[in-house]
């Protein structure tokens, strides 16, 4: 049985238990056995063993893991401090820097955000290596509409920034009456470009935590 370390463990249980959720683990038994993917299988659920369900203040939704060699450690747009720094999480800090004035410099692992209640989440939870969107179709999307699903029964409001075509396609679980949605194209370089840049979504996320009367995010690391 999964043990998140949290209340995670509650909230999931039927999900964990669903028949999508057995055909993933199969599916993912012989790929850990057949192939190189990323992240270790240890690591696929670090966002939800970080980021306690009841914690969360803001969603920052990715699409699939960084699928390369000692990239992806089970949060979206992070690698492990000394790991080079991935395209999209450099200009995720070209935005930040320009939104707040906040400079990361060479700090590479994002942990820090996910302690303060910044989920850290992709729309599928593994990849095959050097092949993006490689495991969409086995079930990984399914599973994170659920989890979209149960974030969106919370009651105190939570901001979702969805960066890219796969993570604003879960807008349609968010009660945006309710929650609050942020929403550009993705911080890849093939996209950034796009929208991305000038989003100002750190600042704005903030502001939204203060109005409504919760701490807002510190993005220095």
């Known amino acids: ?24 683990r199969e599916f993912l038994k012989t790929e850990y056995f057949t192939r190189e993917i990323y992240p270790p299988m240890q690591e696929i659920f670090n966002a939800f063993k970080l980021t306690p369900y009841s ?5 920052i939704l990715g699409q699939d893991p960084y699928h390369e060699p000692n990239e992806a450690h089970g949060l979206c747009f992070s690698v492990r401090q000394g790991v080079k720094m991935p395209p ?3 200009n995720i800090y070209k935005e930040l820097k320009t939104d707040l004035g906040v400079d990361n410099g060479t700090k590479t692992d994002l942990t820090a955000w996910a302690k303060q209640g910044v989920l850290l989440l992709n729309t599928t939870l593994t990849v095959r290596r050097g092949q993006a969107n490689s495991h969409k179709n086995c079930g990984w999307t399914e ?11 919370r009651e105190k409001p939570i901001v979702f920034i969805l960066w890219g075509q796969n993570a604003r396609s ?15 194209a993705h911080p890849s370089p093939l996209s950034a470009f796009n929208g991305f840049f000038g989003c100002k979504h750190f600042s704005k996320t903030n502001d939204f935590l203060i109005k409504t009367n ?3 995010i510190n993005w220095q690391l």
Not at 174 to 179: A, S
């Open 214 to 216: 919760q701490t807002p």
């Open 1 to 24: 049985m999964l043990d998140f370390g949290n209340d995670w463990n509650i909230v999931l249980k039927d999900l964990i238990n669903s028949e999508n959720y057995k055909k993933i």
């Open 170 to 184: 879960k807008k349609a679980f968010i009660d945006t009456e309710k929650h609050f949605v942020l929403e550009s």
């Open 143 to 153: 599973f994170t509409d659920e989890v979209i699903k149960l974030l969106n029964k």
């Open 88 to 90: 999209s999480l450099a």
């Open 55 to 59: 914690d969360v203040k803001a969603v």
